[in-house]
């Protein structure tokens, strides 16, 4: 892309920005080459710790489709509206997901993180992190994706190498009643950006009331609305310009 449309070949001048799996690439490309890229925005990003799988803890539960409590066992909702009504459970479109193709072929969502992050299985296709059928959790399965694609994982084992490489980069937006509960792995997330230190993160994180998957940021021009892409250009500008050096041309800002 540099080379073809004469973009600037600078680490403080290549930014990444995307929302809901893009936005966990945008994070996860900024934290895994923190000095290649020079800041990241990340909207409603896939979960950032799978802790908070979507709603499913695939460290320590036993089903991803059901909890069981002892008297009764209760499916997991997948989908919600803002006012928290479930549209679909984790079992009907882990179904689904089956009856379209099985071994992680499907093309939906679930497959797709399954080839993402998941080790390559016996078959030659990416091995479950769950049984389809069942809901069972795969133990190894789980701690392969731990060691090689939780984000917060990452950066809290190698906060003392990266953190200053990762200092006021990271930019995380999401509604707080987000479509595919993915605001809660941003909590935890966003707990451990706050409480770090030597060097601290600096980094930003806004939920937006009662909103859905995929809010953006709030508007700096229009309190209580959505960020448009004409304010965030302008946002991103501002901060390429505080982070340019000296000697940077200035002709690409917005509004010059």
């Known amino acids: 892309l540099e080379e073809e449309f004469g973009m600037m070949a600078e680490p403080w001048s290549r930014?990444?920005?995307?929302?809901?799996?893009g936005g966990w690439e945008a994070l996860a490309l900024q934290i895994f080459h923190p000095t290649f890229?020079?800041?990241?925005?990340?909207?409603?990003?896939?979960?950032?710790d799978f802790h908070a799988y979507q709603i499913v803890n695939i460290y320590d539960d036993e089903n991803a489709y059901e909890?069981?409590?002892g008297w009764v066992t209760v499916e997991r909702p997948s989908n919600r509206l803002p006012d928290g009504n479930v549209q679909f459970t984790m079992r009907q479109e882990g179904h689904y997901e089956l009856a379209v193709a099985d071994r992680s072929r499907s093309g939906g969502q679930w497959a797709i993180w399954e080839a993402a992050h998941g080790p390559v299985g016996a078959d030659?296709?990416?091995r479950p992190i769950w049984d389809h059928?069942?809901?069972?959790?795969?133990?190894?399965?789980?701690?392969?994706?731990?060691?090689?694609?939780?984000?917060?994982?990452?950066?809290?084992?190698?906060?003392?190498r990266i953190g200053n490489?990762?200092?006021?980069?990271?930019?995380?937006?999401?509604?707080?009643?987000?479509?595919?509960?993915?605001?809660?792995?941003?909590y935890r997330l966003e707990?451990?950006?706050?409480?770090?230190?030597?060097?601290?993160?600096?980094?930003?994180?806004?939920?937006?009331?009662?909103?859905?998957?995929?809010?953006?940021?709030?508007?700096?021009?229009?309190?209580?609305e959505e960020i448009n892409y004409r304010?965030?250009?302008?946002?991103?500008?501002?901060?390429?310009?505080?982070?340019?050096?000296?000697?940077?041309?200035?002709?690409?800002?917005?509004?010059r």
């Open 15 to 21: 930014v990444l920005a995307g929302g809901s799996t």
């Open 37 to 48: 890229f020079g800041g990241a925005w990340s909207w409603c990003p896939d979960s950032v």
């Open 67 to 69: 909890r069981d409590r």
């Open 124 to 126: 030659g296709y990416p």
């Open 133 to 160: 059928e069942t809901g069972v959790i795969d133990r190894e399965t789980a701690e392969y994706w731990r060691e090689n694609f939780d984000l917060h994982h990452h950066l809290r084992e190698n906060w003392s």
């Open 165 to 186: 490489d990762l200092r006021g980069k990271l930019h995380i937006a999401t509604g707080d009643m987000d479509s595919y509960y993915l605001e809660l792995a941003v």
């Open 191 to 224: 707990e451990f950006l706050g409480q770090a230190t030597d060097p601290p993160a600096d980094a930003r994180v806004e939920y937006g009331r009662r909103r859905p998957h995929c809010w953006l940021g709030e508007s700096p021009e229009r309190p209580g």
């Open 231 to 255: 304010e965030f250009i302008l946002e991103v500008g501002a901060y390429l310009e505080g982070r340019a050096p000296a000697a940077a041309p200035r002709e690409w800002l917005p509004g």
